[in-house]
């Protein structure tokens, strides 16, 4: 009977990018008839100071937050330019 195990292809070996797991996963939420791509940020990725849209306030430096963008623009990539950077709490309820 064959192995049930997949072989292994060529190619080199790409380490595990254990900041980008710690990070979270990309997600689309769907809210107010419309869809947002959430791409959770890690405190190590946090680098300068953001402004959040929720609350007005300030994400400073190496505090996890969430960068969202619209995911239904008829803009496509120029959407990403319009990326907002929010906090966790002022995003759920928003």
């Known amino acids: 009977m064959p192995s049930r195990r997949p072989r292994r292809r ?36 946090a680098v300068k100071d953001y402004a959040c849209p929720g609350c007005g306030g300030t994400i400073p430096p190496q505090m996890p937050h969430l960068v969202v963008w619209r995911a239904d623009s008829i803009f496509g990539d120029r959407a990403i330019e319009d990326r907002r950077h929010w906090h966790p709490g002022c995003w759920r309820a928003s």
Not at 28 to 37: I, K, L, N, P, S
């Open 10 to 45: 060529g190619g080199e070996h790409v380490p595990l990018d254990v900041d980008r797991l710690l990070q979270g996963v990309a997600r689309v939420e769907h809210r107010a008839g419309a869809e947002w791509h959430v791409q959770p940020i890690g405190a190590r990725s």
